[in-house]
T-cell receptor, first 116, second 114 residues
Framework: DAGVTQSPTHLIKTRGQQVTLRCSPK?????VSWYQQALGQGPQFIFQ???????QRGNFPDRFSGHQFPNYSSELNVNALLLGDSALYLC???????????????FGAGSRLTVL | QQQVKQSPQSLIVQKGGIPIINCAYE??????FPWYQQFPGKGPALLIA?????SEKKEGRFTISFNKSAKQFSLHIMDSQPGDSATYFC?????????????FGQGTELSVKP
Protein backbone atom coordinates (compact mmCIF):
# COMPACT_ATOMS: atom_id res chain seq x y z
CA ASP A 1 0.00 0.00 0.00
CA ALA A 2 1.74 3.15 -1.21
CA GLY A 3 1.92 5.98 1.25
CA VAL A 4 2.22 9.64 0.33
CA THR A 5 4.57 10.22 -2.57
CA GLN A 6 6.18 13.54 -3.39
CA SER A 7 8.26 14.81 -6.29
CA PRO A 8 10.83 16.01 -6.87
CA THR A 9 12.86 15.00 -3.81
CA HIS A 10 15.40 17.78 -4.22
CA LEU A 11 15.56 20.89 -6.35
CA ILE A 12 17.57 24.08 -6.59
CA LYS A 13 16.15 27.37 -7.82
CA THR A 14 17.31 30.97 -7.93
CA ARG A 15 15.59 33.98 -6.41
CA GLY A 16 12.61 35.19 -8.40
CA GLN A 17 11.94 31.85 -10.07
CA GLN A 18 8.81 29.77 -9.69
CA VAL A 19 8.54 26.18 -8.47
CA THR A 20 5.89 23.45 -8.59
CA LEU A 21 5.89 20.53 -6.17
CA ARG A 22 3.69 17.48 -6.57
CA CYS A 23 2.01 15.09 -4.17
CA SER A 24 0.00 11.88 -4.43
CA PRO A 25 -1.96 11.06 -1.28
CA LYS A 26 -2.14 7.73 0.50
CA UNK A 27 -4.64 5.34 -1.03
CA UNK A 28 -8.08 6.00 0.44
CA UNK A 29 -7.32 9.56 1.52
CA UNK A 30 -9.04 12.52 -0.10
CA UNK A 31 -7.57 15.53 1.69
CA VAL A 32 -4.12 16.99 1.12
CA SER A 33 -2.31 19.51 3.29
CA TRP A 34 1.04 21.18 2.69
CA TYR A 35 3.56 22.11 5.36
CA GLN A 36 6.83 24.02 5.26
CA GLN A 37 9.63 22.76 7.51
CA ALA A 38 12.61 25.07 7.88
CA LEU A 39 15.87 23.54 9.07
CA GLY A 40 15.69 22.69 12.76
CA GLN A 41 12.04 23.73 13.06
CA GLY A 42 8.68 22.05 13.25
CA PRO A 43 6.42 21.89 10.19
CA GLN A 44 4.25 24.96 9.55
CA PHE A 45 0.82 24.63 7.94
CA ILE A 46 0.53 26.25 4.52
CA PHE A 47 -2.92 25.15 3.32
CA GLN A 48 -5.33 22.26 2.97
CA UNK A 49 -7.22 21.04 -0.09
CA UNK A 50 -10.43 19.01 -0.12
CA UNK A 51 -12.82 18.45 -3.01
CA UNK A 52 -10.47 20.48 -5.22
CA UNK A 53 -10.89 23.61 -3.08
CA UNK A 54 -8.60 25.34 -0.60
CA UNK A 55 -10.34 24.82 2.76
CA GLN A 56 -7.88 26.28 5.24
CA ARG A 57 -4.83 28.47 4.93
CA GLY A 58 -1.98 29.25 7.28
CA ASN A 59 -0.04 32.48 7.55
CA PHE A 60 1.65 32.34 4.15
CA PRO A 61 1.63 35.01 1.40
CA ASP A 62 -0.28 34.70 -1.85
CA ARG A 63 2.96 33.66 -3.58
CA PHE A 64 2.08 30.23 -2.24
CA SER A 65 -0.78 28.64 -4.15
CA GLY A 66 -2.03 25.17 -4.75
CA HIS A 67 -4.31 22.91 -6.64
CA GLN A 68 -6.02 19.59 -6.11
CA PHE A 69 -6.98 17.33 -8.98
CA PRO A 70 -9.99 15.00 -9.30
CA ASN A 71 -7.76 12.02 -8.37
CA TYR A 72 -6.94 13.82 -5.08
CA SER A 73 -3.32 14.53 -6.03
CA SER A 74 -2.09 18.03 -5.40
CA GLU A 75 0.44 20.64 -6.44
CA LEU A 76 2.08 23.42 -4.47
CA ASN A 77 3.26 26.43 -6.45
CA VAL A 78 5.55 29.11 -5.11
CA ASN A 79 6.15 32.25 -7.20
CA ALA A 80 8.87 34.89 -6.93
CA LEU A 81 11.07 32.69 -4.77
CA LEU A 82 12.94 34.25 -1.86
CA LEU A 83 15.99 32.92 -0.06
CA GLY A 84 13.75 32.36 2.95
CA ASP A 85 11.63 29.89 1.00
CA SER A 86 14.45 27.35 1.28
CA ALA A 87 12.94 24.49 3.28
CA LEU A 88 11.57 20.97 3.23
CA TYR A 89 8.04 21.01 1.84
CA LEU A 90 5.92 18.25 3.25
CA CYS A 91 2.69 16.93 1.85
CA UNK A 92 0.29 15.19 4.21
CA UNK A 93 -2.89 13.33 3.39
CA UNK A 94 -5.90 12.52 5.53
CA UNK A 95 -9.55 11.59 5.29
CA UNK A 96 -12.21 14.28 5.03
CA UNK A 97 -12.39 17.52 6.96
CA UNK A 98 -13.99 18.44 10.24
CA UNK A 99 -13.73 14.99 11.78
CA UNK A 100 -11.20 12.93 13.69
CA UNK A 101 -9.82 11.32 10.53
CA UNK A 102 -8.93 14.74 9.16
CA UNK A 103 -6.38 15.13 11.91
CA UNK A 104 -4.64 11.78 11.43
CA UNK A 105 -2.04 12.90 8.92
CA UNK A 106 0.23 10.69 6.85
CA PHE A 107 3.26 12.60 5.63
CA GLY A 108 5.42 12.13 2.59
CA ALA A 109 9.21 12.33 2.72
CA GLY A 110 9.14 15.88 1.39
CA SER A 111 10.68 17.97 -1.35
CA ARG A 112 13.86 19.78 -0.33
CA LEU A 113 13.91 23.22 -1.99
CA THR A 114 17.06 25.30 -2.02
CA VAL A 115 16.82 28.89 -3.24
CA LEU A 116 20.12 30.53 -4.23
CA GLN B 1 -2.23 31.61 21.36
CA GLN B 2 -1.74 29.24 18.47
CA GLN B 3 1.75 28.24 19.59
CA VAL B 4 2.88 24.93 20.99
CA LYS B 5 6.10 25.21 22.99
CA GLN B 6 8.33 22.13 23.17
CA SER B 7 11.31 21.36 25.37
CA PRO B 8 14.09 20.38 25.51
CA GLN B 9 15.57 21.14 22.09
CA SER B 10 17.89 18.15 22.37
CA LEU B 11 18.23 15.19 24.68
CA ILE B 12 20.87 12.51 25.14
CA VAL B 13 20.14 9.36 27.15
CA GLN B 14 21.74 5.98 27.63
CA LYS B 15 20.11 2.84 26.27
CA GLY B 16 17.37 1.75 28.65
CA GLY B 17 16.80 5.28 29.95
CA ILE B 18 13.46 7.09 29.92
CA PRO B 19 13.62 10.31 27.91
CA ILE B 20 10.82 12.77 28.63
CA ILE B 21 9.78 15.50 26.19
CA ASN B 22 7.42 18.24 27.29
CA CYS B 23 4.96 20.48 25.45
CA ALA B 24 2.76 23.35 26.52
CA TYR B 25 -0.11 25.07 24.74
CA GLU B 26 -2.29 28.13 25.27
CA UNK B 27 -5.38 27.57 23.14
CA UNK B 28 -7.91 25.65 25.25
CA UNK B 29 -9.87 24.84 22.07
CA UNK B 30 -7.21 22.30 21.06
CA UNK B 31 -8.65 18.81 21.45
CA UNK B 32 -6.21 16.51 19.70
CA PHE B 33 -2.56 16.12 20.66
CA PRO B 34 -0.38 13.83 18.51
CA TRP B 35 3.32 13.08 18.67
CA TYR B 36 5.32 12.55 15.50
CA GLN B 37 8.70 10.89 15.00
CA GLN B 38 10.97 12.00 12.19
CA PHE B 39 14.15 10.30 10.99
CA PRO B 40 16.67 12.15 8.79
CA GLY B 41 15.50 12.30 5.19
CA LYS B 42 12.01 11.12 6.07
CA GLY B 43 8.70 12.78 6.73
CA PRO B 44 7.17 12.82 10.21
CA ALA B 45 5.34 9.64 11.19
CA LEU B 46 2.49 9.51 13.69
CA LEU B 47 3.64 7.83 16.89
CA ILE B 48 0.83 8.21 19.40
CA ALA B 49 -1.97 10.70 20.09
CA UNK B 50 -4.27 11.68 22.95
CA UNK B 51 -7.56 13.49 23.45
CA UNK B 52 -8.02 15.77 26.50
CA UNK B 53 -10.63 13.50 28.11
CA UNK B 54 -7.90 11.10 29.30
CA SER B 55 -4.79 11.79 31.39
CA GLU B 56 -2.56 9.04 30.02
CA LYS B 57 -2.24 6.82 26.98
CA LYS B 58 0.23 3.99 26.38
CA GLU B 59 1.20 2.32 23.13
CA GLY B 60 4.06 -0.11 23.48
CA ARG B 61 7.05 1.72 24.98
CA PHE B 62 5.53 5.16 24.32
CA THR B 63 3.34 6.97 26.87
CA ILE B 64 1.64 10.34 26.69
CA SER B 65 0.81 12.10 29.94
CA PHE B 66 -1.76 14.91 29.68
CA ASN B 67 -2.47 17.65 32.23
CA LYS B 68 -5.49 19.63 31.05
CA SER B 69 -5.45 22.18 33.88
CA ALA B 70 -1.79 22.99 33.30
CA LYS B 71 -2.21 22.86 29.50
CA GLN B 72 0.79 20.57 29.24
CA PHE B 73 1.48 17.14 27.82
CA SER B 74 4.56 14.98 27.62
CA LEU B 75 6.00 11.96 25.86
CA HIS B 76 7.84 9.25 27.80
CA ILE B 77 9.83 6.56 26.02
CA MET B 78 10.34 3.48 28.19
CA ASP B 79 13.45 1.32 27.80
CA SER B 80 14.80 3.58 25.08
CA GLN B 81 16.86 2.01 22.28
CA PRO B 82 19.42 3.44 19.83
CA GLY B 83 16.81 2.97 17.10
CA ASP B 84 14.64 5.56 18.88
CA SER B 85 17.21 8.24 17.99
CA ALA B 86 15.19 10.71 15.94
CA THR B 87 13.50 14.10 16.16
CA TYR B 88 10.20 14.15 18.00
CA PHE B 89 7.47 16.73 17.46
CA CYS B 90 4.43 17.38 19.55
CA UNK B 91 1.43 18.96 17.87
CA UNK B 92 -2.07 20.18 18.60
CA UNK B 93 -5.20 20.73 16.58
CA UNK B 94 -8.91 21.37 16.79
CA UNK B 95 -10.88 18.42 15.46
CA UNK B 96 -13.97 20.44 14.51
CA UNK B 97 -14.64 22.49 12.54
CA UNK B 98 -12.25 22.29 9.64
CA UNK B 99 -9.89 19.79 11.19
CA UNK B 100 -6.50 18.83 9.91
CA UNK B 101 -4.51 21.97 10.69
CA UNK B 102 -1.79 20.81 13.05
CA UNK B 103 0.27 23.27 15.06
CA PHE B 104 3.70 21.74 15.70
CA GLY B 105 6.26 22.32 18.41
CA GLN B 106 9.83 23.09 17.42
CA GLY B 107 11.04 19.53 17.89
CA THR B 108 13.36 17.60 20.20
CA GLU B 109 16.38 15.81 18.81
CA LEU B 110 16.79 12.61 20.81
CA SER B 111 20.00 10.60 20.85
CA VAL B 112 20.04 7.23 22.60
CA LYS B 113 23.59 6.03 23.26
CA PRO B 114 24.30 2.27 23.24
Amino acid sequence: DAGVTQSPTHLIKTRGQQVTLRCSPKSGHDTVSWYQQALGQGPQFIFQYYEEEERQRGNFPDRFSGHQFPNYSSELNVNALLLGDSALYLCASSLGTGGFGANVLTFGAGSRLTVL
Amino acid sequence: QQQVKQSPQSLIVQKGGIPIINCAYENTAFDYFPWYQQFPGKGPALLIAIRPDVSEKKEGRFTISFNKSAKQFSLHIMDSQPGDSATYFCAASIIKPGGGKLIFGQGTELSVKP
